[in-house]
């Protein structure tokens, strides 16, 4: 699995979002889902860039070509998967949980993984975009 992820972040970084589509497809060889490798090797990787940026050892537009890379290998997942899901995950009726991101975080793509993710374990969940507005008590 740990390679797997590596090869992963390692086509993340060089934007190569065909190898990406061909170690998915591998990985499903081993019965690796594409929305399991979403939650659990590209949202971990999204954050730790996102730390290496943080840190400085990453620059802003490595950050950005990696992120990019994020939304486009989570369309390719969405365009290609199979099973239950919803038309539009800000859309789905009758759900049983609402995924809201954390107040200040303009960021969508980890909340839009963990959305697709509970939609493929069989929750029916629905982002809430935007955010609601944050309340500020005066007490």
């Not at 019965?31 to 990453?58: C, F, H």
């Not at 969508?108 to 493929?120: E, F, P």
Request: with cysteine; hydrophobic share 40%; glycine share 8%.
């Amino acid at each position: 699995m740990g390679e797997i992820q590596h090869q992963l972040r390692d086509a993340g970084l060089r934007n190569d979002l065909r190898a990406a589509e061909r170690i998915i497809e591998g990985a499903a060889t081993l019965n690796v889902s594409p929305v399991d490798i979403l939650m659990g090797m590209i949202a971990p990787a999204l954050y730790q860039v996102g730390e290496d940026w943080k840190r400085g050892t990453r620059s802003i537009a490595e950050e950005h070509r990696f992120t990019s890379y994020c939304y486009d290998l989570f369309n390719w997942v969405v365009a290609n998967a199979r099973g239950n899901g919803p038309d539009s995950l800000t859309e789905a009726g009758d759900s049983e949980i609402l995924v809201v991101n954390a107040p200040g975080n303009a960021h969508t793509l980890a909340i839009r993984i963990l959305c697709l993710w509970m939609w493929n374990k069989g929750f029916r969940a629905r982002m809430v975009e935007p955010p609601p507005a944050s309340r500020s008590s005066t007490h």
